[in-house]
């Protein structure tokens, strides 16, 4: 069974970093575009990032890039997100995923979604 699973989560102060991983099972991530995504309550799922499959390009949403940094270890089939300047208002749940095409911030491009990871940026 395809399985994604985050870990990395947890509480930190506002400046702080984080590294959130994305662990695959039963297929190899390098396949795949594997995206970052995060949804705070009461919001829709937003895209963070994105590695391709093809190439090893990287895609960063506005409100994440220079802060937050995606990458793949091929050995490990693990997706990481680096995140650091950690802000209050990036305290959401946040998901990985897989998708073999499509437009990379869009949720419904995604085949296979990880159970999600709690981000929580606060004093």
């Known amino acids: 069974q395809v399985q994604l699973v985050e870990s990395g989560g947890g509480l930190v102060q506002p400046g702080g970093s984080l590294r959130l991983s994305c662990a695959a099972s039963?297929?190899?991530?390098?396949?795949?575009?594997i995206g970052w995504f995060r949804q705070a309550p009461g919001k829709e799922r937003e895209g963070l990032s994105c590695?391709?499959?093809?190439?090893?390009?990287?895609y960063y949403a506005d409100s994440v890039k220079g802060r937050f940094t995606i990458s793949r270890d091929n050995v490990e089939n693990t997706v990481y997100l680096q995140m650091n300047s950690l802000k209050p208002e990036d305290t959401a749940v946040y998901y990985c995923?897989?998708?073999?095409?499509?437009?990379?911030?869009?949720?419904?491009?995604?085949?296979?979604w990880g159970q999600g990871t709690q981000v929580t940026v606060s004093s």
């Open positions: 995923a897989a998708a073999v095409s499509g437009l990379w911030y869009l949720p419904d491009e995604y085949d296979y």
């Open positions: 590695i391709s499959s093809s190439d090893g390009r990287t």
């Open positions: 039963e297929f190899t991530l390098d396949y795949y575009h």
